[in-house]
């Protein structure tokens, strides 16, 4: 589990299929993502996927709390661990409309980003998007992850589109001062909040 001041981290289990799809239902959620949830058994599908991959050794999902209350809010996972390269992905990453755009986001990949250079001692961490989802590129240029360029026809999503694919990423060197910079946006937008 990871912790901070405005969410928690927990591991993902079948459990929270029913919670998970209680906020999960908003179109937009799923509208530019490589998978595609709108049932209660889709979400299953989603879990269980994620929960064979960490079987496997290759991913490690959550499901995203507020720390305050304990809600559920959505779901996040390293993914495509290369132990050889030292390097991890960030991704699945999902959180339900009325908690956009707070500290949650922000201080997840803070929660995870410590996790892959502080604890695990990684060179990398990677984060992807559709060339087509804006808000999520804003988000990550805010948190001050590197735009690194598209992968042009890279993936085929559950609707059949052939999406480019865009790359950011953080690498050791730079994680002092990203971690200030990131951990300066969560104290701002928790005090935004009254916390």
Known sequence: MLCGRAVRLEPLALEH??????????????????SSVRSRDEMRAYVEEALAAAE????????????????LIGSTRFANFEAAHARVEIGWTWITPAHQRTAANAEAKLLMLRQAFEVWGLNRVELKT????????????????????????HMITSSGRVRDTLYFSAIREEWPGLSAHISALVEASLARAGR
């Open 17 to 34: 299929v029913d919670a998970l799809w209680a906020v999960a239902q908003a179109p937009e959620l799923w509208e530019l993502t490589s």
């Open 56 to 71: 496997r050794g290759s991913a490690l999902p959550f499901v995203t709390r507020l720390a305050s209350s304990g809600t």
């Open 130 to 153: 559709d060339v087509l989802n804006q808000r999520s590129q804003r988000a990550m240029e805010r948190l001050g992850l590197v735009r690194e360029g598209v992968l042009r026809r």
